[in-house]
């Protein structure tokens, strides 16, 4: 039986083989670029913003889709879960690689947004379950200035290195933290994906190194 725990015997963070023409992608995301809002909303004095790509309507808006939805249940007495934001945005339609990386696992993802750090914007160290089952996991697409030593992002007391526009599977259960210390903004995606079988399937047949 397929559990949370079944993804990441490959490790923590496992680059598999698919992945987005990086330059392509940003030129699509320009059109985008009076769309993007506060990341938790709870948190404005973090410097951080989204942009949804799968959300609860299929709109370009603030909301609990870009937000801490425990946060946003607790405070709007709602009781959104990950598998409630399943409509593809404008941003999914009209980024080409976008579509063309997603298209063949979208029955199987759901929330899911671009993240944007300027200078200065970080997570603080968090976990982003903690169950003992989990019923989403994340996959993560590094776009643009990921690495250090003007970025960092760390599981534990490890930092992790990436190639922009891969996806990687990372276990994001574990204690993180990011920080973005350059000049220049951060850009990842963030996918939310189900912990199923067809998604197991998708990861070890894709896995960059077999």
């Known amino acids: ?101 997603l298209e063949p696992i979208l029955p199987y993802i759901n929330r899911t947004h671009f993240l944007r750090l300027p200078p200065g914007g970080f997570f603080p160290t968090h976990r982003d379950s903690r169950v003992v089952s989990p019923d989403t996991f994340r996959l993560i697409v590094p776009i643009q200035n990921t690495t250090p030593p003007w970025f960092r992002f760390m599981i534990e007391d490890r930092t992790l290195y990436w190639n922009n526009g891969s996806v990687y599977l990372t276990n994001t259960t574990k204690e993180h933290m990011l920080f973005n210390g350059g000049t220049k903004d951060s850009l990842w995606i963030v996918i939310n994906a189900l912990v199923c079988e067809e998604m197991f399937n998708y990861v070890s047949n894709n896995l960059a190194i077999r």
């Open 1 to 101: 039986m397929v559990d949370y725990n079944s993804f990441f015997q490959f490790g923590d963070q496992t680059m598999l083989t698919t992945s987005v023409k990086v330059s392509r992608l940003l030129e699509d995301l320009k059109q985008f670029d009076d769309d993007w809002y506060q990341y938790n909303e709870f948190k404005p004095y973090i410097n951080r913003q989204g942009l949804c790509i799968l959300n609860e309507d299929g709109i370009n808006k603030p909301g609990p889709a870009i937000s801490s939805l425990g946060e946003w249940n607790n405070a709007n007495g709602t009781n959104w879960t990950e598998e409630d934001f399943i409509v593809p945005t404008p941003v999914y339609h009209k980024c080409v690689d976008l579509k063309y990386l």
